[in-house]
């Protein structure tokens, strides 16, 4: 699975700020506005001279909620992987098994130092 995200600058029009848009697998699952200033009543402020910060921070407000989420999905993509993996110490080294649609995909082995090499090799396969 493949996660990203999508900033894009709201025209002052409609009140300005930042669109996010979530996107998993290349389709756009969600996001949201995140406008320039707070209002109570659900309406920004014109605009103003000298508004470049409220600016920059609804995008660092858009920006960090897009990295929450990808921190999320990635975590649960890799607790998902997580399932499909073991490690094993051998008398000679480290032995590990990959496992894809409950069928042994591959089989890793090394020496006693070949430990952080198998978990690399964790890692590609879990990020495919």
Same mark, same amino acid.
């Not at 756009?28 to 409220?54: A, K, M, Q, W, Y």
């Not at 094993?88 to 995909?105: E, F, I, M, N, S």
């Not at 082995?109 to 890692?123: K, T």
């Given at each position: ?5 999508? =900033? ?5 029009? /409609? $009140? *300005? &700020?930042?669109? #996010?848009? =979530? ?5 756009? /699952? $969600? *996001? &949201?506005?995140? #406008? ?93």
């Amino acid at each position: 699975m493949i996660f990203t995200y999508n =900033l894009t600058p709201r025209s002052a029009e /409609v $009140g *300005g &700020g930042w669109r #996010l848009h =979530l996107i998993e697998n290349a389709t756009d /699952v $969600g *996001g &949201g506005i995140f #406008l320039p200033h707070s209002s109570t009543t659900g309406s920004p402020p014109p605009p103003r001279e000298g508004d470049d910060d409220d600016f920059d921070k609804a995008f660092a407000n858009a920006d960090a909620e897009a990295k929450l989420w990808l921190r999320e999905h990635k975590l649960l993509t890799k607790q998902q992987c997580a399932k499909a993996y073991e490690i094993k110490a051998t008398r000679t080294g480290w032995k590990g098994r990959l496992y894809k649609d409950g069928h042994v995909h591959a089989v890793l082995s090394g020496g006693p130092d070949s430990y952080e090499v198998l978990l690399h090799e964790i890692s590609e396969f879990c990020d495919t």
